[in-house]
C-alpha cells in the first residue's frame, strides 16, 4: 500500500505565493513520477506540473513561469511552488505518485497513487 498526502494549501491574496508539499509513503521501491493536478468547482481535474526520476519536467501553459514543481528524492516528497498567484488558480490540488511497490514475499508491481488533496483559495 502507498499513501499520499497533500498539505500547504491555503487562503491567500492574489499575487501571493504558496508552497505545496506532497509526501509519499508505504512500501515503495521506487518513485519514477510525480505529478500536481487541480481541479476547480465544476471543472475537470487537470495537470499542472509532473516531474519525472530523472529530473524531466512539464508544465500547464498557465502554470509556466508562475510555478515549480521539485522533488526530495530521499524522501519521496514533491513540491509546487505556486508564485504570482491569481484568483483562477483557485481549486483543490491534487498529487499523484507513480513508482514501483512491493512487500517481503511479493512480486513487485506499478502502483499509481492519488492523495485528498489540498484546497487553494486566491481572493481578488
Known amino acids: 500500500q502507498v499513501q499520499v498526502m497533500e498539505s500547504g494549501g491555503g487562503l491567500v491574496q492574489a499575487g501571493g505565493s504558496l508552497r505545496l508539499s506532497c509526501a509519499a509513503s508505504?512500501?515503495?521501491?521506487?518513485?519514477?513520477?510525480m505529478a500536481w493536478y487541480r481541479q476547480a468547482p465544476g471543472k475537470q481535474r487537470e495537470l499542472v506540473a509532473s516531474?519525472?526520476?530523472?529530473?524531466?519536467?512539464t508544465y500547464a501553459a498557465f502554470a509556466k513561469g508562475r510555478f515549480a514543481i521539485s522533488k526530495d528524492n530521499y524522501q519521496n516528497v514533491a513540491y509546487l511552488q505556486m508564485d504570482t498567484l491569481k484568483p483562477e488558480d483557485t481549486a483543490v490540488y491534487y498529487c499523484?505518485?507513480?513508482?514501483?511497490?512491493?512487500?517481503?514475499?511479493?512480486?513487485?508491481?506499478?502502483?499509481?497513487?492519488w492523495g485528498q488533496g489540498t484546497q487553494v483559495t486566491v481572493s481578488s
Open positions: 499523484n505518485v507513480q513508482g514501483i511497490s512491493g512487500t517481503a514475499g511479493r512480486w513487485p508491481e506499478n502502483f499509481g497513487s
Open positions: 508505504g512500501s515503495i521501491i521506487e518513485v519514477t513520477d
Open positions: 516531474l519525472t526520476k530523472s529530473g524531466s519536467t
